[in-house]
T-cell receptor, first 117, second 119 residues
Framework: EPEVTQTPSHQVTQMGQEVILRCVPI?????FYWYRQILGQKVEFLVS????????KSEIFDDQFSVERPDGSNFTLKIRSTKLEDSAMYFC???????????????FGSGTQLSVL | AQKVTQAQTEISVVEKEDVTLDCVYE???????LFWYKQPPSGELVFLIR??????QNEISGRYSWNFQKSTSSFNFTITASQVVDSAVYFC????????????????FGKGTRLSVIA
C-alpha cells in the first residue's frame, strides 16, 4: 500500500531556532494535513492544505507556523522560532478528493518527533 | 463544538479475551464521520474504519467489530480473541461533513485508550 513518508524521524533543536519538517504525501492525493501529538496527549489538528493554499487551520497554527508545497511531491511544515511547548510528534497526512464530498480516510505518516531544548 | 470522549485511559486483558473500547462523541452536525485509528508502539497512526452518520449498520472485519449507536452517540470498538499484536493506543475521531470537493474537515480525536494484551 502507498505510504506517506516523513523526514526526519527525530529532530532536536534549540529554543528559538527554525525547523522544517518534511513530508512526501501519496502521489495521487490532493489534500494535505499536519497534526501533532504532545507526549501522552491526544492528536490535534494544525492545518489542511489544498490547491496550494491553506484551507483550514487551528488556533495552534499561529504566525510561527507555515506550510509549503515547494514542488510536486514535498509538503513542509516550518516553525520559525521554536518554543519548548512545540515539542511533540508531528504527523503529516494526505487524502484523496471525492466527487461525493465525503470525508475520505487520512493516510498518516510515521511522524517526526520534535524535541526543543 | 465537537468532542470525543474515550473514558478508558488504559485497559489490560489476557490474550484471547474479548475487549471493548468505548467512544462517545458530541456534535451539532446532522452529518458527520467517525473513525478509529490504531497507534502501535512504533508510533504511526493506522486507519481502521470510517463510518458516516447515515449508516448505523454495525461492521465486522475479522476479529474487529464496531457498534454505532446514534441514539447514545457512541461508536464502540470490540476486539474478539485479543492477541499481543493488538497492544496499542486506539483513537476514536470525529469530523463534520463538508461541501463537495472541499476536502476533509479536521479530525477531532479522543485522548485514546491504551490497550495492553498480555500473553
Amino acid at each position: 500500500e502507498p505510504e506517506v513518508t516523513q523526514t526526519p524521524s527525530h529532530q532536536v533543536t534549540q529554543m528559538g531556532q527554525e525547523v522544517i519538517l518534511r513530508c512526501v504525501p501519496i502521489s495521487n492525493h490532493l489534500y494535505f494535513y499536519w497534526y501533532r501529538q504532545i507526549l501522552g496527549q491526544k492528536v490535534e489538528f494544525l492545518v489542511s492544505f489544498y490547491n496550494n493554499e491553506i484551507s483550514e487551520k487551528s488556533e495552534i497554527f499561529d504566525d510561527q507556523f507555515s506550510v509549503e508545497r515547494p514542488d510536486g511531491s514535498n509538503f513542509t511544515l516550518k516553525i520559525r522560532s521554536t518554543k519548548l511547548e512545540d515539542s511533540a510528534m508531528y504527523f503529516c497526512a494526505s487524502s484523496v478528493t471525492s466527487d461525493r464530498g465525503t470525508n475520505e480516510k487520512l493516510f498518516f505518516g510515521s511522524g517526526t518527533q520534535l524535541s526543543v531544548l | 463544538a465537537q468532542k470525543v470522549t474515550q473514558a478508558q485511559t488504559e485497559i489490560s486483558v489476557v490474550e484471547k479475551e474479548d475487549v471493548t473500547l468505548d467512544c462517545v462523541y458530541e456534535t451539532r452536525d446532522t452529518t458527520y464521520y467517525l473513525f478509529w485509528y490504531k497507534q502501535p508502539p512504533s508510533g504511526e497512526l493506522v486507519f481502521l474504519i470510517r463510518r458516516n452518520s447515515f449508516d448505523e449498520q454495525n461492521e465486522i472485519s475479522g476479529r474487529y467489530s464496531w457498534n454505532f449507536q446514534k441514539s447514545t452517540s457512541s461508536f464502540n470498538f470490540t476486539i474478539t480473541a485479543s492477541q499481543v499484536v493488538d497492544s496499542a493506543v486506539y483513537f476514536c475521531a470525529l469530523s463534520e461533513y463538508k461541501a463537495l470537493n472541499s476536502g476533509n474537515t479536521p479530525l477531532v480525536f479522543g485522548k485514546g485508550t491504551r490497550l495492553s494484551v498480555i500473553a
